[in-house]
């Protein structure tokens, strides 16, 4: 390694992105004081004295037919970035997660002899699985959070690093249920639903309607029933609320910002997206329900596209069905509240289930910042 300042480039593409970037940040400054990170981060990275060229959210785009719309634009980021750390030469750059984004740059700077990692491997296993080759001209080492991830690397001999998950590492293995809901002010005795609609603006105005209508109908059925609704930021909370006002004005809810983990923790049974979510649920040892919809288009093409039998991380890391899953024109209020309904009726079930979360939470949990540190390391003293 150089004598002179470590200049490390990163570049992350959405929250969740910005707030492993940030843990791996710390991990390395650990080992290297005086490093310096710069690229394009969010407020997480940035606390973590990170430089950003670019606000995380221009980068912060999902769905086929999205993408499509924001191409130009993301074009000419990725020309200008490549443009920016071929002239800085960083020692190694790292991009996490955003795919399709950060792979081509991985591509790019590497052909200029710059080493390369990616954090975060994209689903490649479940869809488009030719990627796999493009990732190994890419990138020096792939560092995957799921260890199903690397057995599949493995068999295209594609350098991989199963590090772990550090959502699996933050929480506990024994959530104490009855500490967040005096924290969140919810009755001991009382059923919890927790209903999260999403992180982004699409996902809010796709699903809330449907979420909402449905925990209608569960609450029929289960008087006194305490519905919690955690929301990412203002602008989400005053999506929701204007929904909930057309769709569900007379329904009682109680809405947290920014108390996704604890309002899992305290609930009973959640209503949720894929993705994150689903997984931090299951960390939370909350039961689930996984409703999730798409511009139509966007689901029509991934439906030729996807090979995996589920879309919720639980499933993927069990190998089977545990929680339900209602995509698209399956994900209706009525089979939403009827699934929930049978979680919250079914006292065994939920904790067969929990015992099944807690197994999947143990296999995860390997202080993923620290395995990050030691792969970037490693990279750096070849």
Same mark, same amino acid.
């Given at each position: 390694?150089?004598?002179?300042?470590?200049?490390?480039?990163?570049?992350?593409?959405?929250?969740?992105?910005?707030?492993?970037?940030?843990?791996?940040?710390?991990?390395?400054?650990?080992?290297?004081?005086?490093?310096?990170?710069?690229?394009?981060?969010?407020?997480?990275?940035?606390?973590?004295?990170?430089?950003?060229?670019?606000?995380?959210?221009?980068?912060?785009?999902?769905?086929?037919?999205?993408?499509?719309?924001?191409?130009?634009?993301?074009?000419?980021?990725?020309?200008?970035?490549?443009?920016?750390?071929?002239?800085?030469?960083?020692?190694?750059?790292?991009?996490?997660?955003?795919?399709?984004?950060?792979?081509?740059?991985?591509?790019?700077?590497?052909?200029?002899?710059?080493?390369?990692?990616?954090?975060?491997?994209?689903?490649?296993?479940?869809?488009?699985?030719?990627?796999?080759?493009?990732?190994?001209?890419?990138?020096?080492?792939?560092?995957?959070?799921?260890?199903?991830?690397?057995?599949?690397?493995?068999?295209?001999?594609?350098?991989?690093?199963?590090?772990?998950?550090?959502?699996?590492?933050?929480?506990?293995?024994?959530?104490?249920?009855?500490?967040?809901?005096?924290?969140?002010?919810?009755?001991?005795?009382?059923?919890?639903?927790?209903?999260?609609?999403?992180?982004?603006? /699409?996902? +809010?105005?796709? *699903?809330?309607? %449907?979420?909402? $209508? =449905? !925990?209608?109908? @569960?609450?029929?059925?289960?008087?006194?029933?305490?519905?919690?609704?955690?929301?990412?930021?203002?602008?989400?909370?005053?999506?929701?609320?204007?929904?909930?006002?057309?769709?569900?004005?007379?329904?009682?809810?109680?809405?947290?910002?920014?108390?996704?983990?604890?309002?899992?923790?305290?609930?009973?049974?959640?209503?949720?997206?894929?993705?994150?979510?689903?997984?931090?649920?299951?960390?939370?040892?909350?039961?689930?329900?996984?409703?999730?919809?798409?511009?139509?288009?966007?689901?029509?093409?991934?439906?030729?596209?996807?090979?995996?039998?589920?879309?919720?991380?639980?499933?993927?890391?069990?190998?089977?069905?545990?929680?339900?899953?209602?995509?698209?024109?399956?994900?209706?209020?009525?089979?939403?509240?009827? /699934?929930? +309904?049978?979680? *919250?009726?079914? %006292?065994?079930? $939920? =904790? !067969?289930?929990? @015992?099944?979360?807690?197994?999947?939470?143990?296999?995860?949990?390997?202080?993923?910042?620290?395995?990050?540190?030691?792969?970037?390391?490693?990279?750096?003293?070849?």
């Amino acid at each position: 390694m150089s004598a002179l300042p470590i200049i490390i480039g990163l570049v992350a593409g959405e929250t969740s992105g910005d707030i492993l970037g940030a843990g791996m940040i710390r991990a390395l400054r650990v080992y290297l004081p005086q490093v310096r990170f710069v690229g394009v981060a969010g407020p997480h990275m940035q606390a973590e004295g990170m430089e950003t060229w670019y606000d995380i959210e221009e980068l912060a785009v999902m769905g086929i037919v999205e993408v499509i719309e924001r191409l130009p634009r993301l074009w000419r980021i990725r020309r200008d970035l490549t443009r920016r750390f071929t002239a800085l030469r960083p020692e190694v750059f790292i991009g996490i997660d955003a795919p399709d984004f950060t792979i081509a740059l991985e591509g790019c700077l590497k052909r200029r002899g710059i080493r390369t990692i990616h954090y975060v491997s994209p689903s490649v296993w479940a869809w488009r699985q030719k990627r796999v080759f493009k990732i190994g001209r890419a990138t020096d080492n792939v560092l995957a959070c799921l260890p199903f991830e690397k057995e599949f690397y493995d068999r295209y001999n594609i350098p991989c690093q199963f590090i772990g998950h550090t959502l699996a590492d933050a929480m506990p293995l024994e959530p104490d249920k009855a500490a967040a809901r005096r924290e969140l002010d919810i009755p001991a005795s009382a059923r919890c639903l927790a209903i999260l609609p999403g992180s982004r603006k /699409s996902e +809010v105005a796709m *699903l809330s309607a %449907d979420f909402l $209508r =449905a !925990a209608e109908l @569960v609450s029929q059925h289960l008087p006194g029933l305490e519905i919690v609704v955690p929301l990412v930021n203002p602008a989400r909370r005053v999506q929701f609320e204007r929904i909930k006002d057309a769709v569900a004005p007379n329904l009682s809810v109680r809405l947290f910002d920014n108390r996704s983990r604890q309002t899992m923790i305290a609930a009973d049974a959640a209503l949720l997206t894929s993705g994150t979510a689903s997984l931090e649920c299951m960390l939370a040892q909350c039961p689930m329900v996984v409703g999730y919809r798409m511009k139509s288009l966007t689901f029509a093409l991934a439906r030729r596209l996807v090979t995996t039998k589920w879309v919720s991380l639980p499933n993927l890391l069990a190998g089977r069905e545990l929680v339900r899953e209602f995509l698209q024109k399956a994900c209706r209020p009525e089979t939403l509240a009827a /699934s929930l +309904v049978e979680i *919250l009726d079914n %006292d065994a079930q $939920r =904790a !067969a289930l929990i @015992v099944t979360f807690r197994h999947l939470h143990q296999q995860i949990r390997c202080n993923a910042d620290e395995q990050v540190a030691r792969a970037v390391l490693a990279l750096l003293n070849r």
